[in-house]
């Protein structure tokens, strides 16, 4: 499991986002991303929100899902009418499982 860091970032204040908003925030910019089937695939868990700063912490079964679902909130623009951006983030160890350092080939 991959462990996310997420912190929305809102141009205009959204007001209060609870966990199912924060929830549908996550689905939308998936889905608009990989399409109904595909985000439908990607097995995640918001596992802490903080209605007061919009930040989440989102576990992923599986380390490739773990890029999709990062890159998925990192493209996110919009939601609700209002503009959007998620700074994504996790820990050493986590990023060791997401992006794994490939041996380089000699010439």
Do not use: C
């Amino acid at each position: 499991m991959v462990r996310l860091q997420v912190a929305f970032r809102f141009s205009s204040a959204p007001g209060s986002l609870s966990f199912s908003m924060s929830e549908a925030l996550i689905n939308a910019a998936l889905r608009s991303l990989y399409g109904q089937v595909g985000a439908s695939q990607l097995l995640y868990t918001i596992s802490q929100w903080n209605e007061e700063t919009y930040e989440a912490v989102v576990d992923v079964e599986e380390s490739r899902d773990a890029v999709k679902v990062w890159t998925g909130l990192t493209l996110l623009s919009w939601f609700d009418a209002k503009r959007v951006r998620a700074a994504v983030g996790a820990s050493e160890e986590d990023m060791r499982l997401i992006f794994p350092e490939k041996p380089r080939k000699r010439r």
